[in-house]
């Protein structure tokens, strides 16, 4: 389980994370919405432990995510993954997952089953410098996962991909539910959250508006109508 208890965070003076609160189940898929700039990247940071938060606590499976036992339970994909542009996406699987020296390396074949699964097997032996930004958020999703981690969190892991890739990538999120791993997203592509998610979080400038099961949430209408009304109603009046 996930534990996200009165966390708050703070650059220059302004709390970007005021106040959060959150527990979310083992095995299931959470989808972490808000506008630009509301704390949801700044959050997804501290929960895997690459920012420590101002006050607060978080807990994975009653845990710190800087306890060093931890680190080979969570995988990341940031907003913005980075590569070393000189070697070749299998080459930089393979060098992802030998970072868990605790893990038994894998045979070739398990990683580019999953260079299939995520759609760039044919790009596999090509450096990472030519491919398209596509292809960039395709690895950077292999990545978070060639570990096998009970974890996963990952930072708008749609944005440029085309329709096909979304796709793809949807059903191996359902895929990896299935197998009883818990899933945190960020994602402003609310369709698909709505498709994928057991239950939602909203932040909107570093607080907290609502979590929980989607449903309840919307209430019959859509997931975007909703969404827009809580923020604006949210949201300073303007002068």
Same mark, same amino acid.
């Given at each position: 389980m996930l534990e996200i208890s009165r966390v708050e965070k703070a650059y220059e003076g302004r709390n970007v994370v005021d106040d959060l609160s959150l527990a979310?189940?083992?095995?299931?898929?959470?989808?972490?919405?808000?506008?630009?700039?509301a704390g949801k990247t700044t959050t997804i940071k501290m929960i895997v432990g690459l920012s420590r938060p101002d006050a607060g606590t978080i807990r994975l499976e009653g845990r710190t995510p800087q306890d060093p036992a931890m680190r080979a339970m969570? #995988? !990341?994909?940031?907003?913005?993954?980075?590569?070393?542009? =000189?070697?070749?996406?299998? /080459?930089? +699987?393979?060098?992802? $997952?030998?970072?868990?020296?605790?893990?038994?390396?894998?045979?070739?074949?398990?990683?580019?089953?999953?260079?299939?699964?995520?759609?760039?097997?044919?790009?596999?032996?090509?450096?990472?410098r030519t491919y398209s930004k596509?292809?960039?958020?395709?690895? #950077? !999703?292999?990545?978070?996962?060639?570990?096998?981690?009970? =974890?996963?969190?990952?930072? /708008?892991? +749609?944005?440029?991909? $085309?329709?096909i890739g979304r796709r793809e990538l949807k059903e191996i999120i359902?895929?990896?539910?299935?197998r009883g791993k818990t899933i945190f997203f960020n994602s402003h592509i609310l369709f698909d959250t709505e498709e994928l998610c057991d239950e939602i979080g909203i932040i909107h400038q570093g607080r907290l508006l609502y979590s929980g099961p989607i449903g309840h949430f919307t209430k019959g209408k859509s997931l975007e109508e909703r969404f827009v009304e809580t923020v604006k109603a949210a949201s300073p009046a303007k002068a």
């Open positions: 979310i189940k083992k095995g299931t898929v959470f989808g972490f919405l808000g506008p630009n700039g969570i #995988g !990341f994909m940031p907003e913005a993954p980075y590569f070393y542009e =000189y070697l070749t996406g299998l /080459e930089f +699987l393979k060098f992802c $997952d030998s970072l868990f020296p605790e893990i038994d390396r894998k045979p070739d074949a398990v990683y580019t089953k999953t260079l299939a699964e995520v759609g760039i097997l044919n790009a596999a032996n090509r450096l990472i596509g292809m960039r958020q395709r690895l #950077g !999703f292999a990545q978070a996962v060639i570990h096998d981690p009970d =974890y996963i969190f990952l930072d /708008e892991p +749609l944005d440029g991909l $085309d329709p359902k895929t990896l539910k299935s």
